[in-house]
């Protein structure tokens, strides 16, 4: 290292061991990581669920979660190791000079107060700036992220905004006493990929304009691709590799880098619709709302025929899951109506027959609070093969063992234990076999994979196909996720605010011309090309990147 | 607005309809009492006739229905009938005494609501330290001790030793504030300890319940001090917990305070029903009953609407 670039480091972590408490001992979570960051630079931290990302870049800020301990190793952040200074000498830095910007902005700005009031509380309390002054900063702040009405918008509680508008304002607040460093915990994980484009180029921009360090944390790489100088991979709070982003890309060294980046791969084979049959189920011309409000969906029609998979598409409030709810009798359409086989079923559940209600079954997104914590796994699974079948005694156990088998689950390992002693694929794989249990024809799989990571969301869909296969099932698969759709479906539905903008077979819906809104969809879908979204903005040219003024 | 205000009504409807309930179950449970005024002021040695004449003249003979309407009507325009055994107006009999017991409520409010939100806000901050616990020990005893013996425990030092506040309340007519507030130091004492621990507990447990949110580490990683992220980014959001608490402790001091009233010989409404009671004075039984229902419906409807206008989603909606 020359020694301008010495000079130039803006923070040195070397060694670091933090440790969690498990309510009995104290565990290794980080086993020895170090990072060095210049200034300016912006650093991707990548790896799955419990790799470690976010206690790292807490630890950047000298920081450990309740619970958790930095146990040995060194921070120096601008020749201040972090570890041996005092709590008000951290605390003097943080919002300073060293700023955070959560995953989640819903969450993380406080709902009692406007958000200008939250941007300036550092700043004033900093006496960097007077409160005057720092909400005309915040203002300049709004307008450069591209918010709509920057002069009007902090002037809002954070849930009078949107997701996305909430994501940048936090990025503005976090810019509000131009620290030297950023850091961004997987600031655009929990919003729409239309919507990621806007956060994203406008966290760049700012970034680049204010010439900040980041730390950037997410578990996408495309995303990181276009973020990062550099990228350090992570995995079980060990470091796998570090590399420049352009190197990483196109030459990963180890084995688990490489895993991370075939995961893209699956893809099953496209199936084509059986000519002349009937179709399994069939929603026609069905309009729905909740309660007296407004439609929510709008003249949805769509078929889905035995043995496909049709995936429905779309941003959230799109009517995707309002689909599923009509589909199954939660929700009573206002009008059309739901056909299973050619044959009109009861609008309300409670008025199918037992058979009716068999045939359809689905899976969830959270497979956390879909399954009950306090029933074991064989009650979980025998209830409704004891319901629909009526078995009982050792049939009803042969049956579950079946079912545990088709999942990939040793019976006799899991049979006695309850949901919060499986990981959360394994408490997906719970989840299917729940709604196998019932011997349906037809599985609606709501987000299913959306809150698994992707090597295990990859084994979740491969089993997902080798069940249809073996079973013959017709799936529903409600996603935002286009990359889930190009591995798995034979048909598409794209939603868009409660209507069906274009269907068709996969093929053609990947294929140009599209409805301008499946284009934009596909369009927003982050590529690990590290200019994509260089290219994306100029394509799309930089005033069309921000939601339309209209708030 | 349009919905605040309709969702108000309709608590205020439910209200109603809950006292409405509750007024039933007062008159047909006093019904219920075995014996009734007749028997009671005749004595044992009264003949049949004599107290069948006696229920006649006091309108005991009609049938209860009858009699409930009679008085629900007379109830909702505030007319309670006559004492039984005073043949004074039950209005007029209650209106002081209620007064008195709404001043000495009010009184102990005062100091306690306060001083428990301040104790709270300050055990949140200090939680786990030598401080925390003291004051958590400390409050769990005094919620813990039967309010008499608080009372006489406090007589026993600050009346009887150091001969500083009066042990009896009892009033007499031309007293100023001063005078007022002095005598009546005691038994309000008595009741903001009863009253405090519990607001206090609330308190801490609303706010530390919030410290795990991620708002709550944002501040903190924006290098908000402690003190302001509990004051200003956690107090805010738990107001509507703390308001139930404050409510059903305010709902004690106007109807709970029977013990406290006999120790310190305080003539509040309390007072009043343990003697009506003992003379089956029936109206006045059932007069107290619909006020100290109705007390515990109000205040009980103010949380409600309170906690509502405490969150920021409901006071600007989208």
Redesign the interface.
């Known amino acids: 290292m020359t020694e301008q670039n010495q000079k130039n480091v803006l923070l040195s972590i070397r060694d670091l061991h933090i440790e969690g408490y498990t309510g009995e001992e104290w565990l290794p979570i980080i086993k020895g990581v170090n990072l060095t960051l210049h200034r300016g630079e912006v650093l991707g931290l990548i790896g799955e669920s419990g790799a470690g990302k976010s206690t790292i870049g ?1 630890a950047a ?1 000298g ?1 450990a ?2 619970g958790t301990r930095i146990s040995s190793g060194s921070i120096v952040f601008d020749g201040i190791d972090l570890t041996t200074a005092s709590r008000e000498d951290k ?6 000079r060293i ?2 910007v ?1 995953q ?1 902005a819903a ?7 406007k958000i200008i009031d939250q941007h300036v ?2 700043p004033v ?2 006496r960097i700036k007077k409160r005057s002054e720092a909400r005309k900063d915040a203002i300049e702040l709004y307008e450069k992220l591209r918010l709509p009405n920057p002069e009007e918008i902090g002037f ?2 954070p ?2 905004v949107s997701g996305g508008q909430l994501q940048r304002a936090m990025t503005a ?1 976090a810019m509000a006493c131009r620290p030297d460093l950023i850091i961004f915990d997987e600031p655009t994980t929990a919003l729409d990929v239309t919507t990621q484009i806007e956060v994203l180029a406008a966290i760049r921009d700012i970034v680049d304009e204010f010439n900040t360090a980041a730390i950037y944390i997410t578990h996408d790489l495309a995303v990181v691709a276009q973020m990062a100088d550099t990228i350090k991979v992570l995995l079980n709070g060990e470091e796998v590799e570090e590399a420049s982003t352009e190197e990483m890309l196109d030459h990963p060294k180890e084995d688990y880098t490489k895993s991370l980046w075939a995961v893209r791969s699956f893809k099953k084979p496209q199936k084509a619709r059986p000519k002349d049959s009937e179709p399994l189920i069939s929603v026609r011309g069905v309009d729905a709302a909740y309660g007296g409000g407004l439609k929510v969906l709008d003249d949805v029609s769509f078929d889905i025929h035995a043995g496909m998979t049709v995936a429905v598409v779309g941003e959230s409030g799109s009517g995707k899951s309002t689909a599923a709810r009509v589909m199954t009798g939660l929700l009573p359409p206002r009008k059309g109506e739901i056909l299973f086989k050619g044959e009109v079923l009861p609008p309300r559940y409670r008025d199918r027959s037992k058979d009716q209600l068999r045939q359809m079954q689905m899976i969830y997104q959270m497979a956390d609070t879909a399954l009950n914590p306090q029933v074991r796994i064989s009650e979980i699974i025998g209830r409704p093969a004891q319901f629909y079948s009526g078995l009982k005694g050792t049939r009803l156990k042969q049956r579950v063992d079946e079912l545990l088998d088709l999942i990939e689950m040793e019976p006799s390992q899991y049979y006695n234990r309850y949901p919060p002693e499986l990981s959360g694929g394994q408490k997906q794989r719970i989840g299917i076999a729940r709604a196998l249990a019932a011997e349906p024809s037809f599985i609606i799989c709501d987000e299913v994979t959306s809150a698994l990571d992707q090597l295990v969301a990859e084994g979740i869909l491969k089993l997902l196909d080798r069940l249809q296969r073996d079973l013959g099932l017709a799936y529903m698969f409600i996603t935002h996720d286009l990359a889930t759709v190009r591995a798995i479906a034979d048909e598409v539905v794209v939603m868009q605010n409660g209507q069906v903008v274009e269907q068709g077979p996969k093929e053609e819906m990947f294929k140009p011309p599209h409805h301008p809104y499946t284009d934009l969809l596909l369009s927003s879908v982050p590529e690990m090309d590290p200019n994509w979204l260089t290219r994306l903005l100029e394509e799309r040219g930089v005033d069309n990147v921000g939601e339309a003024a209209e708030v | 607005m349009g919905t605040l205000l309709r969702l108000i009504a309709m608590r205020l409807g439910l209200g109603l309809i809950t006292l409405l309930i509750v007024s039933i179950l007062i008159f047909f449970a006093v019904e219920l009492l075995p014996g009734d005024l007749a028997e009671a002021v005749l004595g044992q040695g009264a003949t049949d006739e004599t107290v069948a004449a006696m229920r006649e003249q006091l309108g005991l003979d009609r049938p209860a229905p009858i009699r409930y309407f009679e008085w629900l009507g007379g109830a909702v325009t505030g007319d309670f009938g006559q004492s039984l055994v005073t043949g004074e107006r039950v209005s007029s009999a209650i209106s002081q005494r209620f007064a008195n017991t709404l001043f000495l409520a009010s009184y102990a409010a005062i100091i306690a609501v306060p001083l428990a939100i301040v104790l709270g806000v300050i055990v949140a901050l200090l939680r786990n330290t030598v401080f925390d616990r003291v004051a958590n020990v400390l409050t769990l005893t005094s919620i813990s001790s039967p309010e008499f013996f608080l009372g006489y425990i406090l007589i026993l030092f600050l009346s009887v030793r150091w001969q500083v506040f009066p042990s009896n309340a009892s009033l007499s007519g031309g007293m100023n504030l001063d005078d007022l507030l002095y005598r009546t130091f005691l038994p309000a004492l008595t009741l903001v300890l009863v009253v405090t621990a519990h607001m206090m507990r609330m308190t801490r447990a609303a706010i530390i319940n919030l410290l ?4 709550i ?9 402690p003190w302001k992220r509990i004051v ?2 956690a107090l ?2 738990a107001w509507a917990p703390i308001i139930n608490v404050v409510a059903l402790n305010l709902a004690y001091l106007v109807t709970g305070v029977v013990l406290v009233e006999v120790v310190f010989v305080y003539p509040g409404i309390g007072q009043l029903l343990v003697d009506a009671v003992a003379k089956r004075d029936f109206p006045i039984v059932q007069a107290c009953c619909l006020i100290f229902a109705a007390t515990f419906i109000l205040l009980n409807l103010a949380a409600d609407v309170g906690s509502i206008l405490t969150n ?2 409901l006071r ?1 909606p ?1």
Not at chain 1, 91 to 96: F, K, M, Q, V
Request: charged residues 20%.
């Open positions: 807490a800020m920081f979660r309740d605390r003097a830095l943080r919002g300073a700023a955070y959560a989640s969450a993380s700005f406080n709902p009692a107060h509380e550092a309390q900093y809002r509680y849930h009078q607040m | 795990a949110s991620p708002y580490e944002m501040a903190r990683l924006k290098g908000v001090p200003h980014h805010p959001n920021p989603r600007h989208k």
